[in-house]
């Protein structure tokens, strides 16, 4: 009760905030004459469209009153910048034509996202192709909520996209048991929105920084890039460990149940009730859900026997080796590489099984053992060099201070970073 009270508060303040910023951003004033993709836009015809389903470069500048030889002589002329040909399906795109009787084309520009065109320019005898890129303001937010069901229903009813959920999911892959996830646990998030123009939501940035209260314990994950040759951002805790280790905790995307722990002293009707040890950890998804290797390594068996259904073998290295039972289809083949994380199958409900699951089992040295209990010493995560951790910590400080205490309402405390 105190939960949805909470999170229905977290709402109210959430959406109030929008609509504050919505006002303010109406008091932005046109100043004449409006510039888009840098054409005074008043001087030319506009034309906004999709590009369609077998439509090419050359169809649309034929329509627009522009034809061979002219169209070659432009594809040509750009194709170190820009191949006409890749033009896709579902692309949308502007023209810019000329304002008398002949309408004809005289800039095509073409958006490859939310954010990034090519400007294709041919009003001159000189044609250009250039890149551009949309003013961006990211700006700073922060988000909490309280678990009542899963993250994803709680992410949802604060309105934020599953895209975001997935990054949570994925930072705390290697830390958090999601299907363990109690109600009253609490969650705060540091993360980043995109905005064209500085109202068109363009997408999420990184999450700068995250606490997950799960059971009592706070688990923190803070972005921090700690060889900056490679530049590679990583997920550290307080601590400096850094959050990514060699196993995933689960084979799954968050979205599944454990139906069935390794138990040595399982009795299952299927075997008339009989002990029979269960050396695996079932976890229920739905049919054709993702499987994914939890660790790097080659896979040593992709086939179909009898109790295992649909299954592959991943030998991560001369100690760990995992398998993931009952898929309904394989993706992966003896020999193949997989990266942590890779999708090797889907679950199914093949071989000795009563449901749509993924039996995952896990060796080590030769042993079936529960990779989820805590006997089971699993490689640590790496931690941080003794050289960096002060600047680490120094780093973390403020951001670690802003998860644990209350702050202003969540939209008030933007901060704009850049704006360009
Ligand atoms: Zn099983």
């Known amino acids: ?55 090419s470069f050359g169809v649309i500048l034929d329509r627009h009153h522009v034809y ?59 044609i250009v192709a ?42 705390y892959a290697w830390t958090l048991d999601f299907y363990k996830l109690q109600k009253g646990d609490s969650f705060k998030f540091m993360y980043e929105e995109k905005f064209i123009n500085d109202t068109v939501f363009a ?48 084979p799954i995307k968050f979205q ?5 722990r390794y138990n040595l002293k399982r009795r299952i009707a299927h075997y008339g009730y009989r002990v029979k040890a269960h050396r695996g950890t079932d976890f229920a998804a739905r049919n054709g859900t993702p499987i994914m290797a939890t660790a790097n390594g080659t896979v040593t068996e992709s086939t179909r026997k009898r109790g295992n259904g649909n299954y592959v073998a991943v030998r991560h290295n001369a100690i760990y080796t995992t398998k993931y039972l009952h ?9 193949d590489f997989v990266k942590q994380g890779d999708v090797i199958g889907y679950v199914g409900n093949t071989g000795s099984s009563s449901g749509n699951h993924v039996c995952y089992r896990f060796w080590k040295n030769g042993r079936e053992v529960d990779p989820l209990s805590p006997k089971t010493k699993l490689p640590e995560a790496e931690p941080l060099k003794k050289s960096i951790k002060p600047a680490y910590l120094a780093f973390i400080a403020p951001l670690k201070y802003e998860l644990e205490n209350e702050t202003l309402p969540v939209l008030d405390q933007e901060i704009i970073k850049n704006t360009d």
């Open 203 to 250: 997408g999420y940035g990184d999450v700068k920084s995250a606490v997950f209260n799960h059971n009592g314990t706070n688990l923190y994950a803070f972005r921090f890039v700690a060889d900056s040759i490679s530049g590679i951002p990583e997920y550290y805790d307080e601590n400096g460990n850094m959050l990514r280790s060699q196993f995933l905790k689960s």
């Open 327 to 335: 898929m309904s289809k394989r993706k992966v083949k003896v020999g």
């Open 256 to 260: 599944y149940r454990i139906s069935s």
């Open 1 to 55: 009760m105190k939960n949805s009270f909470l999170l229905l508060l977290l709402f109210v303040s959430f959406y109030s905030c929008k609509k504050e910023e919505v006002a303010t951003t109406q008091e932005v004033k046109i100043i004449q004459p409006e510039l888009r993709f840098g054409y005074k836009i008043d001087d030319y015809k506009v034309i906004q469209d999709t590009i369609r389903k077998g439509e």
């Open 130 to 171: 250039k890149p551009f890129q949309k003013k961006i303001k990211t700006v700073l937010k922060s988000v909490k909520g309280v678990i009542n069901s899963s993250l994803s229903v709680s992410m949802d009813s604060l309105h934020l996209s599953p895209n975001l959920t997935y990054t949570i999911a994925d930072i």
């Open 68 to 126: 061979y030889p002219k169209i070659n002589k432009i594809a040509s002329s750009i194709k170190e910048v820009f191949d006409v040909r890749r033009v896709r399906a579902g692309k949308p795109y502007t023209i810019l034509a000329s304002k008398d009787s002949t309408e004809k084309a005289q800039v095509f520009i073409y958006k490859h996202d939310k954010i990034n065109a090519t400007i294709i320019d041919f009003k001159d005898s000189v």
